[in-house]
């Protein structure tokens, strides 16, 4: 992994020292700019044929771009050289480093080469949370539904509106028809804002620093397919370094790396309770019936929900790479939320009380089996699993405390005529006008018909 | 307007009468997929007038099951619709014989990039991002058509009349 990440920043240091552009070098090549481009930036590791290529369309020995005896140091000034080069005239300075005297600088000045390194790996730190914080903000089910509610009602509006000024001989029909289609959506479209705005207040209220150590300790298990390997083994002592060394970008605050190694800790301890062969085996054997595989083998149905969700299974090509998992404390405070296809989980305040999740709390020990319908535009079905399991960390005179699990996983029964149950993902964005546990109105002005 | 899976809330009002198709050329028949009432409202009325017999369904089951009867030249399909959604319609849609080569209009209320991806590797033959201006939605379904006629055409080496369209 170093090392491919030292053969982008090479390849990139390399091209810019002969003057070539990133589009010339990739068509020589044969590959896409964009693929150079993430190559160049180390998120790709390129294959020996093709380093065979690049060296030789660079002038260089492939081995030149593949290894090289300068430490990190060099590294990480060659990488902030070429961010400056990228960055343009403006906004790097004006004469550009001398590259072909890094060893000297290192040499005269180690301190502040060390300063320069640093603060170049915090910037690229930093631009990888931005980019981050970006995606989430795109990916929020309540800003993407009233996007949906506004777009919906302008384009509405936009051909209702155009159809009256450029009809002189519209039927009277058809002409009161569209004034009462005129009526209706500027109506939605002022409750689609008024709600949206009062979302940005709250939001605006609830994140100081723009993301809760949660939703770092998500991005960062995003990133790594929700499964850390190494955890099967109890090998994780690089990672825990990593992660205590402040060196995982996604974890940027010290409670988000505090989070991380509890995860691990746990994640370790439920390896050991429920090694994967086993469950691989249970699996194969029973199906994904996480209820008989816990009775089978012994182990808590919490555990097997959660090794379900985010065992070895969970990658790739796993038994279960599509399932989902939530977690929360009986307080209804999320502990972990894996989203799976189609199932955004809300970033803020809680969820639809309806969710077996939720329903499991009052029932401790209890193995619940639901199969959902979520309310939404596109309705969707899920098969969920949920147990609480409680537990008394002070021994039994101290309060219980109790932690809710919930294996959500996509519908194995797509028939729409079997009976599932009625949730939604959180009253605002939910349609169901009649729900019974509404808490708030919904900003969907229009229910499902 | 057609019997069958029109429209509920439209049913008392009739469709205005075409004025495209004058001159004896052969009907362009459309199959509209549009959960939003008023959105497919305004579309059926404008493409009424320019001589479409048009025909609209509210989500893609019902558009499916209404697809033999309607024998459209032109489908418009929205993105975002409930039960399965327009890229599922789609790729059941291109997964028939009969309506393989169909052309599809999708309507996108979110111009995302990602979105028009997905949608053109499952076969979408053009966009319309929400909000639109009519003459863009006129034009699109004409374009369509002519493309449609011309490559039918083309293939079967006859001059384009009646039978050179859809069926």
Redesign the interface.
């Not at chain 1, 995606?135 to 009256?164: C, K, N, W, Y």
């Not at chain 1, 691990?264 to 029973?286: F, K, Q, S």
């Not at chain 1, 939404?376 to 409680?390: D, K, M, N, S």
């Given at each position: 992994m170093v090392r491919s990440a030292l053969a982008g920043t090479r390849i990139r240091e390399r091209r810019s020292l002969r003057g070539l552009r990133q589009a010339d070098l990739a068509r020589a090549v044969g590959i896409s700019p964009a693929y150079l481009n993430l190559i160049e930036h180390n998120r790709r590791r390129p294959g020996p044929e093709l380093l065979a290529a690049l060296a030789a369309e660079l002038g260089v020995e492939p081995i030149a771009l593949s290894e090289g005896s300068e430490g990190a140091l060099y590294e990480a000034l060659r990488e902030a050289a070429a961010a400056a080069a990228e960055a343009g005239p403006g906004q790097g300075a004006d004469t550009p480093p001398e590259l072909d005297r890094i060893e000297v600088f290192v040499g005269r000045f180690p301190g502040w080469a060390a300063l320069l390194a640093a603060q170049r790996a915090r910037v690229g730190a930093l631009e990888r949370v931005v980019e981050g914080y970006a995606e989430r903000m795109a990916q929020d089910p309540f800003l993407g539904a009233s996007?949906?509610e506004v777009?919906?009602a302008?384009?509405?509006?936009?051909?209702?509106a155009?159809?009256l000024a450029?009809?002189e001989d519209i039927?009277p029909?058809?002409r009161a028809?569209?004034h009462r289609?005129i009526h209706?959506?500027s109506l939605r479209l002022s409750a689609t804002a008024e709600g949206l705005v009062a979302y940005l207040d709250t939001l605006e209220e609830a994140e100081t620093g723009l993301s809760s150590p949660l939703e770092e300790l998500e991005a960062w298990l995003a990133g790594r397919g929700w499964h850390v390997p190494e955890t099967e083994t109890g090998a994780t002592a690089g990672i825990r370094a990593a992660i205590a060394g402040a060196g995982v970008a996604e974890l940027a605050s010290r409670a988000a790396r505090a989070l991380a190694l509890a995860h691990l800790d746990r994640a370790e301890a439920e390896a050991r309770a429920l090694p994967a062969p086993a469950l691989a085996e249970a699996l194969a054997r029973l199906g994904p019936a996480p209820d008989r595989i816990a009775a089978d083998l012994g182990v808590p149905l919490l555990t097997v929900l959660r090794r379900l969700a985010l065992g070895p299974a969970t990658g790739a090509g796993g038994a279960l790479g599509g399932a989902g998992y939530v977690g929360c404390d009986a307080a209804g405070g999320f502990l972990l939320r894996k989203p799976l296809a189609g199932l955004t989980l809300p970033r803020f305040g809680a969820a639809c009380p309806l969710w077996p999740l939720y329903q499991a709390l009052s029932r401790p020990l209890q193995p619940m089996r639901a199969r959902v319908e979520i309310a939404g535009?596109?309705?969707q079905r899920f098969l969920c699993h949920a147990v609480a399991q409680p537990s008394w960390p002070l021994g039994l005179d101290g309060p219980e405390v109790l932690e809710a699990g919930m294996l959500i996983l996509p519908d194995p029964d797509p028939d729409?005529g079997t009976a599932a149950q009625p949730v939604g993902l959180a009253c605002r964005i939910c349609p169901r006008p009649e729900c019974l546990a509404r808490r708030e109105p919904s900003i969907l002005t229009e229910g499902?018909? | 307007m057609r019997s069958g899976r029109t429209d509920a809330a439209l049913s008392g009002v009739r469709a205005p009468a075409g004025r495209g198709g004058a001159g004896g050329a052969p009907a362009r028949r459309l199959l509209l997929v549009e959960d939003e009432t008023n959105i497919a409202e305004a579309i059926r009325f404008l493409l009424s007038r320019d001589g479409w017999e048009v025909m609209h369904c509210r989500d893609g089951a019902a558009a499916l099951a209404a697809l033999a009867e309607a024998r459209p030249d032109v489908v418009v399909l929205d993105f975002m619709l409930p039960g399965r959604s327009g890229l599922e319609i789609l790729g059941a849609l291109r997964a028939r014989p009969e309506s393989a080569g169909l052309p599809v209009l999708m309507l996108t209320a979110r111009g995302q990039a990602r979105d028009r991806e997905a949608a053109l590797r499952a076969g979408a033959s053009a966009f319309l991002a929400k909000p639109f201006a009519n003459e863009a939605l006129l034009a699109a379904v004409r374009g369509l058509l002519d493309a449609a006629r011309a490559a039918a055409s083309a293939v079967s080496a006859t001059p384009p009349g009646p039978a050179a369209g859809q069926g």
């Amino acid at each position: 992994m170093v090392r491919s990440a030292l053969a982008g920043t090479r390849i990139r240091e390399r091209r810019s020292l002969r003057g070539l552009r990133q589009a010339d070098l990739a068509r020589a090549v044969g590959i896409s700019p964009a693929y150079l481009n993430l190559i160049e930036h180390n998120r790709r590791r390129p294959g020996p044929e093709l380093l065979a290529a690049l060296a030789a369309e660079l002038g260089v020995e492939p081995i030149a771009l593949s290894e090289g005896s300068e430490g990190a140091l060099y590294e990480a000034l060659r990488e902030a050289a070429a961010a400056a080069a990228e960055a343009g005239p403006g906004q790097g300075a004006d004469t550009p480093p001398e590259l072909d005297r890094i060893e000297v600088f290192v040499g005269r000045f180690p301190g502040w080469a060390a300063l320069l390194a640093a603060q170049r790996a915090r910037v690229g730190a930093l631009e990888r949370v931005v980019e981050g914080y970006a995606e989430r903000m795109a990916q929020d089910p309540f800003l993407g539904a009233s996007l949906h509610e506004v777009l919906s009602a302008v384009a509405s509006l936009r051909s209702t509106a155009a159809i009256l000024a450029e009809s002189e001989d519209i039927e009277p029909e058809w002409r009161a028809r569209f004034h009462r289609t005129i009526h209706e959506e500027s109506l939605r479209l002022s409750a689609t804002a008024e709600g949206l705005v009062a979302y940005l207040d709250t939001l605006e209220e609830a994140e100081t620093g723009l993301s809760s150590p949660l939703e770092e300790l998500e991005a960062w298990l995003a990133g790594r397919g929700w499964h850390v390997p190494e955890t099967e083994t109890g090998a994780t002592a690089g990672i825990r370094a990593a992660i205590a060394g402040a060196g995982v970008a996604e974890l940027a605050s010290r409670a988000a790396r505090a989070l991380a190694l509890a995860h691990l800790d746990r994640a370790e301890a439920e390896a050991r309770a429920l090694p994967a062969p086993a469950l691989a085996e249970a699996l194969a054997r029973l199906g994904p019936a996480p209820d008989r595989i816990a009775a089978d083998l012994g182990v808590p149905l919490l555990t097997v929900l959660r090794r379900l969700a985010l065992g070895p299974a969970t990658g790739a090509g796993g038994a279960l790479g599509g399932a989902g998992y939530v977690g929360c404390d009986a307080a209804g405070g999320f502990l972990l939320r894996k989203p799976l296809a189609g199932l955004t989980l809300p970033r803020f305040g809680a969820a639809c009380p309806l969710w077996p999740l939720y329903q499991a709390l009052s029932r401790p020990l209890q193995p619940m089996r639901a199969r959902v319908e979520i309310a939404g535009r596109i309705p969707q079905r899920f098969l969920c699993h949920a147990v609480a399991q409680p537990s008394w960390p002070l021994g039994l005179d101290g309060p219980e405390v109790l932690e809710a699990g919930m294996l959500i996983l996509p519908d194995p029964d797509p028939d729409p005529g079997t009976a599932a149950q009625p949730v939604g993902l959180a009253c605002r964005i939910c349609p169901r006008p009649e729900c019974l546990a509404r808490r708030e109105p919904s900003i969907l002005t229009e229910g499902l018909s | 307007m057609r019997s069958g899976r029109t429209d509920a809330a439209l049913s008392g009002v009739r469709a205005p009468a075409g004025r495209g198709g004058a001159g004896g050329a052969p009907a362009r028949r459309l199959l509209l997929v549009e959960d939003e009432t008023n959105i497919a409202e305004a579309i059926r009325f404008l493409l009424s007038r320019d001589g479409w017999e048009v025909m609209h369904c509210r989500d893609g089951a019902a558009a499916l099951a209404a697809l033999a009867e309607a024998r459209p030249d032109v489908v418009v399909l929205d993105f975002m619709l409930p039960g399965r959604s327009g890229l599922e319609i789609l790729g059941a849609l291109r997964a028939r014989p009969e309506s393989a080569g169909l052309p599809v209009l999708m309507l996108t209320a979110r111009g995302q990039a990602r979105d028009r991806e997905a949608a053109l590797r499952a076969g979408a033959s053009a966009f319309l991002a929400k909000p639109f201006a009519n003459e863009a939605l006129l034009a699109a379904v004409r374009g369509l058509l002519d493309a449609a006629r011309a490559a039918a055409s083309a293939v079967s080496a006859t001059p384009p009349g009646p039978a050179a369209g859809q069926g």
